[in-house]
């Protein structure tokens, strides 16, 4: 015998009622996910609607970290706003700073000191892995592992320390400037930052040993939350996620920048777009940037001492006109559309961070996963979220 019943949405569903069965309850759950802070990466809320344990929609709840970057970039002039830019995914800070800066040399027509350019990708690669690291500590600690984020962390103290050595800052650098850096490479620099690589790649089959063979976390990961290239595109998607699903684009090898055009730039792909695809890529990203960064101190210590910036005037302004850059960022694709009118301020820098258009894609993927499956699909999107509220 069957009963209608009507949901929260209005619509009937019909349940079986056997002799002497219970009726039961089906109407859709809203259920909140946040917006308190878990310790992640930020202050995100998912709204979803359950049916039992399985997501029938998903809608993330973004801005509760909203800073009003772009706004503040305008009434700054060109010098500050690398200090702001910096600090939106605040695991790439280096990165950030660079599209800044490149996108004023361009307009300004300004040719940076060779050695800057092959310091710049040196120290970019070195962010891109301990942006990585991180993300692959964290991930199996949100899916119960709790070694795994001791031994990713042993490695970032080790390219922290050479990263503080020359910036004086753990996270938020400020080592770029218009034209080039701050200053020059301290003395013995480029060794220590030899043995730092070496030790992290010679340790990092210790963090893979730990979770590549760990039955559970195949089983959490593995054929769950396929991501297929058609939404990638639609979503704009980009950055570890997307290769994950085998899309071959990375501005490093497409349209290079810095000294990227000189360099063998390994782009790391998988095919089934999963949780454990995304994981993949990023180890293996780890491995390749470690290898452009031994390139890059090669090619410094061969280059002849002369200057890592140019001479700026006391009030430095921008040529009228617009320009658009974008970089690699570890996370994705990241673009600072500059608008400037001749003045010391840019009349508009709009920012297109990677990790809003990673997480927007969440509304696909969710539906029809259970609730405990969203923890860990969540988990491998990789994403900031001062990099989305910006």
């Known amino acids: 015998m069957t009963e209608p019943r009507t949901g929260a949405a209005g619509t009937e569903r019909v349940v079986a009622v056997g002799a002497g069965a219970k009726e039961l309850a089906t109407e859709d759950m809203i259920l909140n996910i946040g917006p308190q802070h878990p310790s992640t990466h930020g202050v995100l809320r998912l709204r979803l609607t359950v049916d039992g344990e399985r997501i029938t929609a998903a809608e993330p709840v973004v801005g509760y970290m909203h800073r009003g970057a772009e706004k503040l970039f305008e009434v700054r002039d060109y010098r500050q706003i690398i200090v702001l830019a910096n600090r939106h995914d605040w695991l790439s800070a280096f990165a950030n700073e660079l599209g800044v800066v490149l996108a004023v040399e361009r307009m300004l027509g300004m040719e940076v000191p060779v050695r800057a350019v092959w310091a710049r990708t040196l120290l970019a690669e070195l962010n891109r892995v301990l942006n990585h690291l991180m993300f692959l500590g964290s991930y199996p600690l949100e899916l119960g592992a709790i070694t795994p984020v001791f031994y990713a962390f042993r490695e970032r103290e080790t390219l922290q320390a050479v990263m503080e050595e020359i ?204 609730i405990a499956d969203m923890v860990a699909i969540l988990g491998s999107m990789f994403f900031v979220v001062g990099d989305i509220d910006k």
């Open 167 to 370: 910036s004086g800052g753990r996270m938020h650098y400020m080592f770029n400037r218009v034209g080039g850096l701050k200053e020059d490479l301290p003395y013995g620099w480029l060794g220590r930052v030899t043995e730092a690589v070496a030790e992290v790649r010679k340790r990092l089959p210790d963090l893979e040993e730990l979770i590549y063979g760990n039955e559970i976390f195949l089983a959490r990961t593995r054929g769950v939350g396929v991501l297929d290239r058609e939404t990638i595109m639609q979503y704009g998607v980009s950055g570890p996620i997307a290769r994950a699903a085998g899309v071959d684009l990375d501005l490093r090898r497409d349209e290079p920048y810095l000294a990227y055009g000189e360099l063998p730039v390994q782009v790391v792909t998988r095919t089934a777009g999963d949780c454990h695809a995304r994981f993949e890529v990023l180890l293996d990203q780890v491995k390749a940037s470690l290898d452009l960064a031994d390139a890059c101190v090669e090619r410094l210590r061969s280059l002849p001492p002369g200057p890592v910036n140019q001479r700026l005037p006391k009030v430095l302004k921008v040529p009228e006109g617009h320009t658009y850059a974008w970089t690699e960022n570890p996370l994705g694709l990241n673009g600072y559309y500059l608008v400037s009118r001749g003045e010391k301020t840019p009349w508009r820098l709009k920012l297109r961070s990677a990790s809003y258009n990673n997480v927007q894609v969440l509304r696909e993927m969710l539906p029809g996963h259970l």
